[in-house]
């Protein structure tokens, strides 16, 4: 009998994206900013606590504005892991700062906030720690360390919606955070993205320099009577129809999460015996994190041949992945970032892992088939 094929993630819809859709249209706006930009927009906030939400294009539209805010000058430090998306680096790297990575912690993959300060010189100006898997950095120590050396904090929380770190919001912690709302995060708009304004004095540069660099929105609110170009900016602003999918998927917020949630507990529960025979690590999340079931990795051991593990998965029908190839050792990291330190846990880590298929509606015999032929292939 043929196996099904399980696939590594297939975007879920809540079913009321089509309706918000035609609402828009049948409103007759549906450029950036209507009424479904600000419903999500007032959502995110009450949510997080962030003092302004701002929809983007992406998660990496919303770390370029944060970078731009920044108003850093060529040759400006700013802290981040090697293991993450090449957003988070690229952000700075247009404004001519550079990346100074830092290497991770062996429990949450996330920035090792006790490296840090080793990493800081003269021309650092800022921390850009990332939330792996939704959970959270250890953001008291970052915290502490932002203020102690005067350094801003841009949170990359682009898999963090819904997740908390000692019971504040991922991405409204920091001074600027972003959330990523692409297809593959837990709520999606196929492409879309938010900036979190926290530290209120940049609410109203982030606002500019999202609208191409005007007071537009200060127009559209009465507040002065034309509107011009103000600043550096371009253009960051998702339709209204890309904000009404979006709305739908905000709205299910709560469902979508505990969904995920129990898709990763049953892992966890599956995969415990693995752990015990010392065929893989599991993940860990520190009791003060809230996590929100974004993905569901294994660390496979040090002597294992990741790649042969991957390709026998797919024999069996079953799509897996690795994450990420870091920064430091890729050509782009190599010219315009430093490695502080030789990353080790970063170099070994990150050539262990796999992330196993993570999707609503994952049945369970499929979640479990995974982990019977991930033991199978392991346990050999
Ligand atoms: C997905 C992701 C991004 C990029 O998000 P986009 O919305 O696709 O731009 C950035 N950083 C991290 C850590 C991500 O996981």
Request: charged share 25%; hydrophobic share 40%.
């Amino acid at each position: 009998m043929a196996l099904e094929y399980i696939p590594f993630n297939r975007p879920y819809a809540t079913g009321k994206e089509h309706g918000y859709i035609q609402d828009a249209l049948d409103s007759r706006y549906v450029s950036g900013d209507g009424r479904f930009t600000k419903l999500c927009h007032q959502w995110i906030e009450r949510r997080t606590g962030c003092a302004r939400a701002l929809l983007t294009h992406s998660c990496t539209s919303a770390l370029d504005i944060a970078a731009m805010l920044l108003d850093l000058k060529s040759g400006d430090e700013v802290i981040m892991p090697s293991f993450t998306f090449v957003s988070t680096a690229n952000a700075f790297v247009l404004r001519g700062a550079v990346p100074v990575f830092v290497d991770i912690r062996e429990d949450t993959l996330n920035l090792d906030e006790r490296q840090i300060e080793a990493a800081i010189t003269p021309r650092t100006r800022a921390i850009a720690p990332v939330h792996y898997a939704g959970v959270g950095c250890e953001m008291d120590t970052i915290v502490a360390i932002a203020r102690r050396h005067n350094l801003r904090i841009v949170e990359d929380a682009a898999q963090g919606i819904m997740a908390s770190y000692k019971g504040s919001a991922l991405g409204a912690i920091g001074d600027l955070g972003s959330f990523s709302f692409h297809e593959t995060k837990n709520i999606m708009s196929g492409e879309g993205g938010c900036l979190l304004v926290n530290a209120p004095e940049f609410a109203q540069r982030a606002e500019i320099m999202r609208e191409k660099g005007t007071d537009r929105g200060r127009f559209f609110r009465g507040e002065v009577d034309k509107y011009t170009w103000q600043d550096i900016g371009s253009s960051y602003l998702p339709s209204d129809i890309t904000a009404a999918f979006l709305w739908a998927q905000l709205d299910q917020a709560e469902y979508i999460t505990g969904e995920r949630l129990a898709i990763w507990d049953r892992y966890h529960a599956m995969l415990a015996p693995l752990e015990q025979r010392g065929l893989l690590r599991r993940p860990i999340v520190p009791a003060d994190c809230g996590h929100n079931g974004h993905l569901y990795y294994v660390l496979l051991p040090q002597d294992a041949d990741r790649n042969a593990v991957l390709k026998k998965l797919r024999e069996a029908e079953i799509q897996a992945v690795f994450h990420y190839v870091p920064l430091h050792s890729a050509p782009a990291g190599m010219q315009y970032g430093r490695a502080h330190g030789d990353l080790a846990r970063t170099i070994d880590l990150s050539a262990r892992l796999i992330r196993l298929p993570f999707w609503i509606g994952l049945p369970e015999q499929h979640q479990q088939r995974v982990c019977e032929t991930l033991g199978a292939i392991l346990g050999r």
